[in-house]
């Protein structure tokens, strides 16, 4: 999921900016990656992962994109 999402969130960089899309993905990433603990079923695991994985590329591309642009 990473390698999918991640031109996604480049283009979302561009319009909203580094630090509200850093925020909006952080905060994902905390509930997607809690939300097993309260899921009854295997099966309904398996999209909050997916979920992590695409905020995970969120993050992984706003923190690149800061170190590229000398903003580390």
Known sequence: MIGLTAPIAGRLLERKGRKR???????????????PLWLPALELIVAPRVLVGVTEAAIRFLRTAGASAGTA
């Open 21 to 35: 899309l850093l925020v909006v993905a952080l905060v994902a990433y905390g509930f997607f990656g809690t939300a």
